[in-house]
C-alpha cells in the first residue's frame, strides 16, 4: 500500500467518523486527507510517464 492509498483510507476514516460524531474539523480533515492522496496520485503518475517517456527515447 503506498502513500496515496494510506492517504486515502486515513482521510475516509476521519470523514466518516467526522459525520457520525457530528464534528465538522474531522470531516474536514478527512476530506483533506483523501484530496492529498489524489495529489500525491497525479504526481506520480505524471513522473512515471515522464520517466517512461525519457526511457522509449534513450533506446531509440
Known amino acids: 500500500m503506498t502513500d496515496t492509498h ?17 464534528n465538522r474539523q474531522l470531516k474536514h480533515e478527512g476530506r483533506v486527507d483523501q484530496a492529498k492522496g489524489s495529489v500525491k496520485g497525479a504526481v506520480d ?8 517517456h525519457k526511457a522509449d527515447q534513450k533506446q531509440d
Open 6 to 22: 494510506i492517504d486515502s483510507a486515513k482521510g475516509r476514516l476521519k470523514e466518516a467518523a467526522g459525520v457520525l460524531s457530528g
Open 45 to 52: 503518475r505524471i513522473a512515471n510517464a515522464l520517466v517512461g
